[in-house]
Protein backbone atom coordinates (compact mmCIF):
# COMPACT_ATOMS: atom_id res chain seq x y z
CA UNK A 1 0.00 0.00 0.00
CA UNK A 2 2.86 2.45 0.78
CA UNK A 3 5.21 1.89 -2.43
CA UNK A 4 2.66 1.91 -4.95
CA UNK A 5 2.19 5.96 -4.56
CA UNK A 6 5.45 5.98 -6.54
CA UNK A 7 3.71 3.76 -9.19
CA UNK A 8 0.94 6.50 -9.49
CA UNK A 9 3.30 9.26 -9.30
CA UNK A 10 5.01 7.40 -12.35
CA UNK A 11 2.40 7.43 -14.72
CA UNK A 12 1.74 10.68 -14.30
CA UNK A 13 5.25 11.55 -15.54
CA UNK A 14 4.50 9.44 -18.18
CA UNK A 15 1.36 11.19 -19.23
CA UNK A 16 3.01 14.62 -18.91
CA UNK A 17 5.60 13.35 -21.15
CA UNK A 18 3.15 12.64 -23.94
CA UNK A 19 2.32 15.56 -26.56
CA UNK A 20 -1.69 14.14 -26.76
CA UNK A 21 -2.06 14.90 -23.09
CA UNK A 22 -2.88 18.09 -21.36
CA UNK A 23 -1.44 17.78 -18.13
CA UNK A 24 -3.38 20.13 -16.63
CA UNK A 25 -6.38 17.52 -16.68
CA UNK A 26 -5.47 14.17 -15.22
CA UNK A 27 -7.21 12.86 -12.81
CA UNK A 28 -7.49 9.36 -11.15
CA UNK A 29 -9.36 6.71 -10.06
CA UNK A 30 -8.44 3.98 -7.45
CA UNK A 31 -10.83 1.39 -5.81
CA UNK A 32 -9.62 -0.15 -2.51
CA UNK A 33 -5.74 -0.35 -2.39
CA UNK A 34 -6.23 1.88 -5.05
CA UNK A 35 -7.54 4.10 -3.56
CA UNK A 36 -4.53 4.51 -1.34
CA UNK A 37 -1.98 4.26 -3.83
CA UNK A 38 -3.95 7.35 -5.77
CA UNK A 39 -4.46 9.51 -2.47
CA UNK A 40 -0.42 8.66 -1.63
CA UNK A 41 0.15 9.62 -5.27
CA UNK A 42 -1.18 12.94 -5.12
CA UNK A 43 0.96 13.61 -1.96
CA UNK A 44 3.65 13.26 -4.37
CA UNK A 45 2.65 15.36 -7.44
CA UNK A 46 0.65 18.30 -8.34
CA UNK A 47 0.00 16.98 -11.16
CA UNK A 48 -2.72 15.06 -10.17
CA UNK A 49 -5.70 17.14 -10.60
CA UNK A 50 -8.63 15.20 -9.50
CA UNK A 51 -9.49 12.09 -7.16
CA UNK A 52 -12.13 9.58 -7.29
CA UNK A 53 -11.40 7.31 -4.20
CA UNK A 54 -13.71 4.23 -3.50
CA UNK A 55 -13.54 2.36 -0.63
CA UNK A 56 -10.47 4.05 1.15
CA UNK A 57 -9.87 2.37 4.43
CA UNK A 58 -7.83 3.07 7.51
CA UNK A 59 -3.53 2.74 7.64
CA UNK A 60 -3.08 4.05 10.73
CA UNK A 61 -5.03 3.59 14.22
CA UNK A 62 -5.69 7.17 14.26
CA UNK A 63 -7.76 7.17 11.52
CA UNK A 64 -10.84 5.44 13.41
CA UNK A 65 -11.98 8.45 15.13
CA UNK A 66 -10.05 8.84 18.10
CA UNK A 67 -10.71 6.95 21.03
CA UNK A 68 -13.78 4.09 20.82
CA UNK A 69 -17.54 4.98 21.86
CA UNK A 70 -18.55 1.55 21.18
CA UNK A 71 -18.26 -1.80 22.85
CA UNK A 72 -17.49 -2.97 19.20
CA UNK A 73 -14.84 -0.84 19.19
CA UNK A 74 -13.28 -1.42 22.43
CA UNK A 75 -13.27 -4.64 21.47
CA UNK A 76 -11.74 -4.21 18.53
CA UNK A 77 -9.38 -1.55 19.91
CA UNK A 78 -6.15 -3.71 20.63
CA UNK A 79 -6.73 -6.04 17.73
CA UNK A 80 -6.51 -2.61 15.54
CA UNK A 81 -3.26 -1.70 17.38
CA UNK A 82 -1.72 -4.78 17.18
CA UNK A 83 -2.33 -4.99 13.00
CA UNK A 84 -1.25 -1.50 12.77
CA UNK A 85 2.31 -2.29 14.79
CA UNK A 86 2.92 -5.83 12.60
CA UNK A 87 1.61 -3.44 9.15
CA UNK A 88 4.79 -0.76 10.18
CA UNK A 89 7.20 -3.53 10.91
CA UNK A 90 6.55 -5.31 7.59
CA UNK A 91 6.67 -2.07 5.08
CA UNK A 92 9.82 -1.12 7.58
CA UNK A 93 8.18 2.43 8.64
CA UNK A 94 5.17 4.55 9.58
CA UNK A 95 2.75 5.93 6.81
CA UNK A 96 0.73 8.91 7.11
CA UNK A 97 -2.58 8.61 8.09
CA UNK A 98 -5.40 9.00 5.65
CA UNK A 99 -7.11 11.85 7.28
CA UNK A 100 -3.96 13.37 7.31
CA UNK A 101 -2.66 12.65 3.85
CA UNK A 102 -6.95 13.71 2.39
CA UNK A 103 -6.49 17.14 4.48
CA UNK A 104 -3.60 18.23 1.94
CA UNK A 105 -5.11 17.52 -1.07
CA UNK A 106 -7.12 20.91 -1.70
CA UNK A 107 -7.56 22.58 -3.19
CA UNK A 108 -7.67 19.55 -5.49
CA UNK A 109 -11.49 18.05 -5.62
CA UNK A 110 -12.34 15.07 -4.16
CA UNK A 111 -15.10 12.46 -4.99
CA UNK A 112 -15.20 9.70 -2.00
CA UNK A 113 -17.36 6.39 -3.00
CA UNK A 114 -18.30 4.27 0.03
CA UNK A 115 -20.02 1.56 -0.40
CA UNK A 116 -21.47 -1.11 2.48
CA UNK A 117 -21.08 0.29 6.15
CA UNK A 118 -17.82 0.01 6.95
CA UNK A 119 -17.02 2.32 3.94
CA UNK A 120 -19.57 4.43 5.02
CA UNK A 121 -18.43 4.96 8.57
CA UNK A 122 -14.81 5.29 7.56
CA UNK A 123 -15.49 7.16 4.25
CA UNK A 124 -17.21 10.22 6.67
CA UNK A 125 -14.46 10.68 8.99
CA UNK A 126 -11.93 10.80 5.59
CA UNK A 127 -15.05 13.41 4.52
CA UNK A 128 -14.71 15.74 7.70
CA UNK A 129 -10.62 15.68 7.38
CA UNK A 130 -10.64 16.97 3.85
CA UNK A 131 -10.76 20.31 2.68
CA UNK A 132 -13.18 21.81 0.17
CA UNK A 133 -13.68 21.25 -2.77
CA UNK A 134 -14.71 17.99 -2.06
CA UNK A 135 -18.00 15.65 -2.33
CA UNK A 136 -19.25 12.07 -0.49
CA UNK A 137 -21.32 9.66 -2.57
CA UNK A 138 -22.85 6.58 -0.44
CA UNK A 139 -23.73 3.55 -1.33
CA UNK A 140 -26.15 2.53 1.50
CA UNK A 141 -26.45 -1.54 0.49
CA UNK A 142 -22.71 -1.54 -1.33
CA UNK A 143 -20.26 -3.58 -1.13
CA UNK A 144 -17.12 -2.43 -0.64
CA UNK A 145 -14.99 -1.55 -3.65
CA UNK A 146 -18.25 -2.60 -6.34
CA UNK A 147 -19.86 0.31 -6.48
CA UNK A 148 -20.15 0.38 -9.72
CA UNK A 149 -21.65 -3.24 -9.64
CA UNK A 150 -24.61 -1.19 -8.25
CA UNK A 151 -25.44 0.65 -10.78
CA UNK A 152 -22.89 1.13 -13.58
CA UNK A 153 -24.38 4.19 -15.50
CA UNK A 154 -25.08 6.06 -12.69
CA UNK A 155 -21.85 5.27 -11.39
CA UNK A 156 -20.19 6.49 -14.40
CA UNK A 157 -22.06 9.12 -15.00
CA UNK A 158 -21.22 10.25 -11.43
CA UNK A 159 -17.79 9.89 -11.41
CA UNK A 160 -17.43 11.58 -15.19
CA UNK A 161 -19.35 14.22 -14.15
CA UNK A 162 -17.16 14.57 -11.26
CA UNK A 163 -14.03 14.60 -13.49
CA UNK A 164 -15.23 16.71 -16.09
CA UNK A 165 -16.26 19.51 -13.44
CA UNK A 166 -13.23 19.13 -11.57
CA UNK A 167 -11.33 18.93 -14.64
CA UNK A 168 -12.30 21.76 -16.66
Not at 82 to 111: C, K, N, W
Amino acid sequence: GLREADDVAGAVDYLLSRLDVNGQKIGALGISLGAQAALRGALKTDCLRALVLEGLGPVTLSDHGGRPKSLQRWINYPINWLYYRAYEFMIGGHDTSVTEAISQMAPRPILLIASGEKDIYFNRLFFQAARKPKELWELLDGEHGAGILKDSQAYMQRVIGFFDKALL
